[in-house]
């Protein structure tokens, strides 16, 4: 993976707002007037504007009553605090005041944890349930490399998007930086640390120095004017029923009870199960207290808890398919467990009961060689909840007896981004990458036996129904 710059550029962010306070020259008058100017703004802009920052207020409202036509700063805040405050003037107002520093996949380890586990969890989800439907929404997109970023994940995730509806939404309150995403003409400036096959095979060359996104990602987004703290949201713009919102490196700039204010309205947007994305630095824990924060990976989101579902007829919607030639034979190369005993499932369950179950009868089903019917139950387990790593690992062994091997590692790999101690998930994929990639091979193995000599040897090994460490031990190689 690449370093992230996150740090450095939030740095830069942080040290442009914050300067020197105001020359003492200035009267109490000025300062307390821009101490109610910066309220004001907080109020309608959610912008948060720190006694020490003060200067950069003046200096900025300078430029603005230029631009509005008053005589002086002092006047064009007055007339501002006095008027009902205008669409239009708080747009320009915002145009001045926020900072749109933003590129391409940045903060790798986000678009990774969406990549690895969020996106393709979600994808499975409605594929198996028929629902296919997905919406995303950047808010704060500012020129748009985020949303654009989002767009091009999804593409090289589910590349054939027919019979799909998925909404892309990306909103800011700078009308500038909306117009230029909506171009989506880039300079270098926007590709910082970019994934190699980024620019080859999204971007075409636009004169000497700028980079054209190709059409086909661009008509993906569809953006809009949004101020996030206005008291409604417009009709019509439809920001509920998200399954993903991401508001990065916008919530810093906030006072704290607007962000809340914010992060409360993004909680009503998003759907049972949905996430919401923040920047690494901003996140006040206090914000969050309605969602789950899960680690995924490197970075940690935040999920809005799952309505208690009910599962009571799964079978009909995945009817068991009679395909008894497709059984393979048993591979020498991946740790199959052993089956436990099948357990019913019962008509109506609480959520924690309703994984195990489905987890043992796709066992039962795979042993009974109905791979297709073993799989659907490992994709309904998953829906029901994505982060538990023995989901991925059991459809990882199914997607393996049906020869599907990509598959088959991406589903390891997702268990190990859920789990990494999970060792037969390192163990599995030591066997699998055993004559393509011997270094890979190699590594998952010495992480398989490192866990291992953690271990009791009587320890069960989770997921390795009923297989003690020293006996794993002795099978893969290593002494006990
Ligand atoms: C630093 S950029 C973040 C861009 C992108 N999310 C990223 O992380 O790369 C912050 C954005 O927040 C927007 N913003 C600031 N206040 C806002 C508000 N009240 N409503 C909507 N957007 C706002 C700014 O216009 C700016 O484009």
Redesign the pocket.
């Known amino acids: 993976m690449k370093p992230d710059c996150v740090d450095w550029l939030v740095d830069i ?1 942080m040290n442009n707002l914050a300067r020197e306070p105001l020359p003492a020259s200035q009267g109490q008058t000025s300062q307390d007037r821009l101490t109610q100017f910066a309220a004001w703004v907080a109020e309608h ?3 948060s504007y720190a006694p020490m920052r003060l200067a950069d207020l003046d200096r900025v409202m300078k430029q603005v009553a230029v631009t509005m036509g008053y005589a002086d700063s002092a006047m064009c805040m007055q007339s501002l605090m006095d008027s009902a405050p205008s669409n239009a003037r708080l747009t320009l107002l ?1 145009s001045q005041l ?6 391409f996949f ?1 903060e790798p380890a986000v678009l990774d944890a969406l990549k690895e586990y969020v996106l393709p969890a979600l994808i499975a989800e409605r594929q198996a349930s028929g629902q296919r439907h997905l919406r995303l929404w ?6 748009g ?2 949303p654009y970023s989002l767009a091009i994940l999804l593409t090289r995730l589910l590349p054939v998007q027919a019979g799909w509806r998925i909404r892309l939404l990306a ?4 009308p500038q ?1 909306l117009q230029q995403a909506r171009l989506a003409r880039y300079s270098r400036w926007s590709f910082r640390n970019p994934p190699d096959w980024l620019i080859p095979g999204y971007f075409t060359p636009d004169g000497n120095r700028h980079l054209r996104l190709v059409d086909s990602i661009r008509d993906r987004v569809e953006f809009a004017w ?4 206005q008291p409604e949201l417009p009709v019509g713009l439809a920001t509920l029923g998200m399954d993903i919102v ?5 919530l810093m ?2 006072t704290q009870a607007q962000a809340k204010r914010v992060v409360d309205r993004f909680y009503q947007a998003l759907n049972p199960g949905g996430w919401l994305i923040v ?1 690494a630095v901003e996140a006040n824990p206090t914000w969050f207290v309605n969602f789950e924060r899960v680690r995924l990976g490197e970075v940690w989101l935040y999920r809005k808890p799952s309505a208690e579902r009910t599962v009571s007829t799964h079978q009909a919607e995945f009817p068991p398919l009679d395909l008894p030639s497709i059984r393979p034979s048993p591979s020498a190369d991946v740790l199959v467990p052993p089956l436990p005993p099948v357990a019913v499932l019962a008509p109506r369950q609480p959520i924690s009961q309703q994984v195990p179950t489905l987890l043992n009868e796709a066992r039962q089903m795979a042993d009974a060689g109905n791979l297709i019917a073993a799989e659907a139950c490992c994709h309904q387990a998953i829906a029901i909840d994505k982060l538990n790593p023995a989901s991925q690992y059991l459809l990882a062994m199914v997607l393996n007896g049906q020869g599907r091997n990509a598959a088959a590692l991406h589903a390891l790999r997702a268990a190990l981004f859920l789990d990494e101690k999970l060792i037969v998930a390192h163990v599995a994929l030591s066997a699998m990458y055993r004559y393509v990639n011997e270094a890979a091979s190699q590594r998952h193995l010495t992480q398989a036996l490192h866990l291992l000599k953690q271990c009791e040897p009587t320890e069960l090994v989770p997921e390795a129904a009923g297989v003690t460490a020293s006996q794993l031990l002795a099978m893969i190689g290593g002494h006990t």
């Open positions: 962010e802009l959610g912008l915002a926020t900072v749109g520093e933003t590129y940045r950047s808010a704060a997109c500012s020129t490399e985020e909103t800011d309150i700078n930086s949004l101020n996030l703290v991401l508001c990065r490196n916008a700039y906030f920047g």
